[in-house]
């Protein structure tokens, strides 16, 4: 079945730390999303990626940093400079530019990131 | 800039009864919009999209969406809710041309009571 994976599914930090969140889609997709989300606040927009090897920030994007080096993979970094780093992660991907604008976002289930 | 308006941050409806979620964009020309559903710890899952055309949009589960551009809204509806619509809905917002990012609402939670 085609789809996103994330993982883990909960994830537990200590201030400080560093700590990478995974996001895998076999949809051959080209375009990948992160987004925060908190009580109340809807879907932020952290970084995107519409291709290989380029990314842009979001809206939120600082204390964060991504990577693109294959097509299928686009893993989040959150880094002990994010200083409010609790939240649940959504990564999404759509077909990307070249078949459409603004095409549909499809979701990974997320993962729930608690620093302690 | 896009943005996205969902008025009503919690409604409680009775099984059975009528729903409408209401939402409201703001946006230069023509968007893109979206409805999206989401239980509780998972993540979004597509209900509708309209791109163009005919602006009553049919999604899944029974839902539709009603585009009107005068209002600029795009509110959901369903006429006889289930239990296990009980979620939270984002409306959300897209560019009609060369950007693929996405605006959301900050969501609606429905509660259904027997």
């Known amino acids: 079945d085609g789809g996103i994976t994330q993982s883990p599914k909960y994830l537990f930090r200590k201030e400080g730390q560093n700590v990478t969140l995974s996001c895998e889609q076999n949809l051959n997709h080209d375009a990948m999303y992160w987004y925060r989300q908190d009580p109340g606040q809807g879907l932020r927009l952290i970084y995107y990626?519409?291709?290989?090897?380029?990314?842009q920030k979001g809206d939120i994007a600082e204390g964060y940093s991504v990577s693109r080096e294959k097509k299928e993979s686009f893993p989040l970094t959150v880094t002990s400079a994010q200083k409010n780093p609790t939240a649940f992660y959504l990564c999404?991907?759509?077909?990307?530019?070249?078949?459409?604008?603004?095409?549909?976002?499809?979701f990974g289930p997320g993962t729930r990131l608690t620093v302690l | 800039a896009q943005s996205v308006t969902q008025p009503d941050i919690h409604i409680t409806v009775s099984e059975g009864a009528s729903l409408e979620l209401r939402c409201n964009y703001s946006?230069?020309?023509?968007?893109?919009l979206f409805w999206y559903v989401q239980s509780p710890g998972q993540g979004l899952q597509l209900l509708l999209k309209y791109f163009s055309g005919d602006t009553l949009v049919q999604g899944i589960k029974g839902f539709e969406a009603e585009f009107k551009r005068s209002q600029s809204s795009f509110n959901l509806r369903k006429p006889s809710v289930h239990w296990s619509d009980a979620a939270e809905y984002f409306c959300a917002v897209g560019a009609n041309f060369g950007n693929e990012k996405l605006t959301f609402g900050t969501g609606t939670r429905l509660t259904i009571i027997p």
């Open positions: 946006y230069g020309a023509t968007p893109y």
């Open positions: 990626s519409q291709i290989v090897n380029d990314f």
């Open positions: 999404a991907s759509s077909r990307g530019p070249g078949t459409s604008s603004t095409d549909t976002q499809y």
